[in-house]
């Protein structure tokens, strides 16, 4: 049996970084770039207005409260900048600046002496002095043509979306998704939920949570089969993913002990590296790695939901991640809401609520029912804890690690503040 810890870092060091691809920057969502990403353009590209008002030459001077200016042009956003001769210019924000101006009075600072025929302003007399520079928006102030923008491994998120579109950016490099196989084992399984179910048989749902986890992390779901409790019809399978050029296997079930637990054996058959069986944790600890001729990898994860729940947290993700050269996430140090005692010698798993009280601190609170058949508190739960393996005795406050329902950081985003009681 090998430690939590020590399973997780030989996972993460036996994925292999996988090849990029260019995509076009709407198809990258979620994705995660293979190259560091350089500006092409200045942001903004032209000296522009960021409010409606007068444009001015300052001329790097305090324009006096009182300046009395004739108005010789008017410019909205989109129009090309005219030539002025002298005094100001009308504009509205994003307008760009006309040569030779340097400053813009807002409108609400400015009295209208004049208009002309039209209704537009002609003379103006400034109810503020206005300093050089003011409300102009800089060409590559936000940012500069060669600046790095957005290093290798960056995930492609809405703001880093929007800051292509701005720069003009139309394709980017990003890492290939790996493509997974999942199988769920067990003849008591029955997938289609408009089936009832006869004496013995439950519904699948390790394959649906699963399936959607594989999404989420990253990785292109290529094949999802069931599967009787039979080496032959497993070898089978697994054959059959190595030929659709499957680089991850997923399987629930039949990694314990039992006398239907026949991937271990099977796995070895095809030639398989079994890199560990049984990990000292708690739910999950029949979970077993390998590695198949031609390098993809293989998750063996319990069937008990929970279990696989764990590990497909903690093990398949770290796994994706590393894929992707991303790194490694760190959890929370959060205290104990209660105190907690638990058999030393493994590292448990718990289904957790990460609180947050009416003064802003954080605690963990471990939820109820935290069997490995038992699925009703992941509904509560918005974060797992780890106690860690050689405790035994943890008081209320005791700091723990705690990680966020996926890996991608997002523990934060189901915290409830001032959550009752
Ligand atoms: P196993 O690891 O195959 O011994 O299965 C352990 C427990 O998990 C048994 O009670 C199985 O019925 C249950 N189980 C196995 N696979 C699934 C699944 N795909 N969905 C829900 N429960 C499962
Ligand atoms: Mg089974």
């Known amino acids: 049996m090998i430690a939590f810890d020590e399973a997780r870092h030989q996972v993460v060091s036996t994925a292999i970084l996988i090849i990029a691809e260019r995509v076009p920057t709407h198809a990258a969502m979620g994705r995660v770039l293979a190259d560091d990403v350089f500006s092409p353009e200045y942001l903004p590209s032209f000296d522009n207005t960021a409010m409606d008002g007068f444009a001015v030459a300052a001329g790097g001077q305090l324009v006096p409260e009182g300046t ?33 101006l340097d400053a813009v009075i807002p409108v609400e600072q400015i009295q209208v002496l004049e208009r002309d025929a039209d209704m ?28 790095l923008i957005m290093p290798a491994g960056t995930r492609i998120g809405t703001a880093e979306r929007m800051v292509l579109a701005a720069l003009g950016i139309a394709e980017i490099a990003v890492r290939k998704q ?5 199988l769920t084992t067990g003849r008591e399984l029955v997938d289609d939920p408009g089936q009832a179910l006869l004496p013995g048989q439950i519904r699948n749902s390790n394959g649906p949570f699963l399936a ?31 030929q659709a050029g499957v680089e991850l296997i997923i399987s629930t079930g039949a990694v314990s002990m039992g006398r239907y637990d026949f991937i271990p054996d099977a796995l070895r058959e095809l030639g398989a590296e079994i890199l ?48 992707f050269g991303l790194a490694q996430e760190r959890p929370l140090r959060v205290p104990l809401l209660h105190a907690v005692d638990k058999k030393p010698g493994f590292s448990m798993l718990q289904k957790a609520l990460l609180r947050c009280d009416e003064t802003g601190c954080l605690s963990v609170q471990l939820l109820k029912g935290q069997e490995s058949f038992r699925i009703q508190p992941l509904l509560e739960s918005n974060a797992w804890a780890l106690l860690p393996e050689q405790s035994a005795h943890l008081p209320a406050g005791t700091l723990v690690d705690v990680f966020g329902l996926n ?11 001032n959550h009752a009681g």
Not at 291 to 319: D, H, I, T
Not at 407 to 417: D, I, M, P
């Open 68 to 100: 009395e200016l004739k108005v010789s042009a008017a410019l909205a956003a989109g129009e090309a900048a005219p030539a002025i001769e002298e005094g100001a210019c009308e504009i509205m924000t994003g307008a760009p600046i006309p040569d030779g």
């Open 120 to 147: 537009l302003p002609r003379r103006i007399r400034l109810l503020q002095a206005l300093i050089p520079g003011a409300n102009v928006r800089r060409r590559g102030q936000d940012i500069a043509q060669g600046d």
């Open 178 to 182: 790996p493509v997974a196989a999942l």
């Open 212 to 242: 959607e986890r594989l999404l989420e992390c990253g990785a292109e779901l290529h094949i999802r089969r069931s599967l009787p409790d039979e080496a032959g019809a497993f070898t089978e399978a697994v054959r059959g993913c190595l």
């Open 276 to 323: 560990f069986h049984k990990v000292a944790m708690r739910p999950g600890k029949p979970l077993l790695f390998a590695r198949l001729p031609g390098g993809a990898l293989y998750f063996g994860l319990p069937g008990n939901p929970v279990s696989s729940a764990v590990g497909m947290r903690f093990f398949v993700e770290p796994a994706v991640r590393a894929c």
């Open 407 to 417: 890996g991608n950081g997002v523990v934060l985003n189901r915290v409830e503040v």
